[in-house]
């Protein structure tokens, strides 16, 4: 066999190798920055439902994935706030199954007083201009719950005013907002009834791709 022939095979095999290391060096960086950016804007979220001020934990590693029927179907992750190993407040993601158009999945903060820190909507698919009003960046609603206080006995003011109880509906879109306020109710009387339970069991989240600092 020419010699030519022989060095021209050995390059080749050499250019596949060094190309297929780079496509898998390049595959990993990009799979390390999508974790890092997700990881990121889940302590971002955290913050805005957990005032820093309250922890100095290390909240989104700090973390429970928890199954049951109270925050929704499936399973939900909830993060323990501890200021200097004091117990603070819950984060608790959560399901509103009954949105207009399906699913509206939530975050909720509650300090161990049971005060309402902040709610936010993470993911839905309700109508744009009617039901998006529970998006931060579309109107200030999701505020109506800060410093909000659930006790059972309360229970039927954890409705729409449509419904006999103290939160707004949205123009033209009742459904949303009655979701949205069931949920968190349910989801703070779960809290609420499981607190010192959920602050001892042992963290068993995956961890996030970068803690935080």
């Not at 949105?99 to 049971?114: A, D, E, R």
């Not at 719950?145 to 729409?160: P, S």
Request: proline fraction near 4%; aromatic fraction near 8%.
């Amino acid at each position: 066999m020419p010699n030519s022939i022989i060095k021209n095979g050995a390059l080749l095999a050499l250019f596949a190798v060094v190309t297929t290391a780079l496509i898998a060096f390049t595959f990993a960086g990009t799979e390390q920055k999508i974790a890092e950016q997700r990881a990121k804007r889940l302590l971002t979220t955290l913050n805005e439902v957990v005032p820093p001020t309250l922890y100095n934990n290390q909240l989104a590693l700090d973390c429970l994935q928890i199954d049951d029927a109270a925050l929704g179907r499936g399973s939900h992750a909830i993060y323990r706030a501890r200021l200097d190993g004091e117990n603070q407040a819950l984060a608790a993601e959560f399901t509103a199954p009954d949105g207009y158009s399906g699913n509206i999945h939530l975050i909720l903060g509650v300090n161990t007083q049971g005060e309402v820190l902040g709610v936010r909507a993470l993911d839905h698919a309700e109508t744009p201009g009617l039901g998006d009003k529970i998006e931060m960046a579309v109107s200030d609603w999701m505020l109506s719950f800060n410093g909000k206080v659930y006790k059972a006995e309360d229970a039927k003011r954890w409705q729409v005013k449509k419904d006999g109880g103290q939160f707004d509906q949205f123009t033209g879109a009742t459904i949303t907002p009655r979701a949205v306020v069931g949920a968190v109710a349910k989801t703070l009387a779960y809290l609420n009834q499981q607190q010192a339970t959920l602050f001892s069991q042992p963290a068993n989240c995956p961890a996030p791709a970068e803690s935080q600092e």
